[in-house]
């Protein structure tokens, strides 16, 4: 694909730059999307009748073993290209950052440090009933393990659905959306909000909004830039057309 040298010019003069991230970015690293066609055992759910505190009170044991699933995937799983070109999008300007809902660690493990967990992370586990971290608990056999200080369940640190966002990061979100020059949605469907608001809210604040998704979806008209395709194609060649655009007329040593 070819980036739009005019997307690349008006990047090449951006300080500020936000860049949000949904499942679609992880796909290549083989960790199923949410809203594209399931495979498997799993197929027969949909997210959102898994990923609630209801479903979780009414089978503790499926909903916890879907996590399991995922979180395996997730351990053998291994960044791409993707989460390597917004680590060194990260490098390249004086501001940025990265708000992902994505749970599952792959930004932190290609190098990104200034991640912004809208949705959790799955590789952390807490007490159902008092939220506390539990790192260690002893296998009784339960499923789900039982929080070692008070016996309820434990469950994975993610935000499901009807829970509320948390503050303190939703905060970062909202800030660095509206404060940035450049504005990227990439691989994420902006059905689920608050996050879906977000590229909106950097629009009207006046930031040069991309889309980066093979698929349209209900922000795509509205972007400034809309390139269609996969994010571990896309993501490296506009890093690489901007690196040449910044160096490529420097003499080199
Ligand atoms: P979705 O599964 O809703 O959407 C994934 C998006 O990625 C789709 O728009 C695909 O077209 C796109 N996609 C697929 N492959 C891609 C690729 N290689 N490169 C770029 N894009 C690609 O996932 P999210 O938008 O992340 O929330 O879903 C948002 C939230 O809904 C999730 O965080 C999760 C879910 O239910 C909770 O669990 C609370």
């Known amino acids: 694909m070819t980036i739009p040298a005019e997307l690349i010019q008006r990047l090449g003069t951006a300080k500020s730059v936000t860049v949000l991230t949904g499942a679609g970015v992880s796909a290549e690293s083989g960790v199923p999307t949410f809203r594209d066609a399931q495979t498997g055992f799993w197929a027969k759910f949909r997210p959102e009748e898994l990923a609630t505190p209801s479903a979780f009170r009414r089978d503790p044991r499926l909903v916890w073993e879907w996590y399991e699933w995922r979180r395996k995937l997730v351990a053998g799983a291994k960044p791409n290209p993707a989460h390597r070109a917004l680590a060194e999008m990260e490098r390249i300007f004086q501001q940025f950052h990265l708000i992902t809902q994505n749970v599952d660690g792959l930004h932190q493990r290609a190098g990104s440090r200034n991640v912004i967990e809208l949705h959790g992370n799955i590789t952390r586990t807490k007490c159902f009933d008092e939220g506390t971290i539990v790192s260690t608990w002893k296998d ?50 902006t059905v689920v909000f608050p996050a879906a608001a977000l ?35 896309v993501l490296p060649e506009l890093v690489k057309a901007l690196s040449a655009s910044r160096f490529g007329s420097r003499v080199s040593p």
């Open 140 to 189: 009784t056999g339960d499923v789900p393990p039982k929080c070692p200080a008070c016996g309820g369940w434990l469950r994975p640190d993610v935000v499901w659905f009807e829970e509320p966002m948390p503050e303190a990061e939703m905060k970062q979100a909202a800030s660095a959306s509206t404060h940035c020059d450049f504005f990227f949605s990439i691989g994420t469907s």
């Open 199 to 233: 590229p909106g809210e950097a629009l009207q604040s006046g930031a040069t909004v991309v889309e980066i998704n093979p698929r349209p979806t209900p922000f795509t008209a509205r972007a400034h830039f809309a390139l269609a395709g996969a994010a571990g194609v």
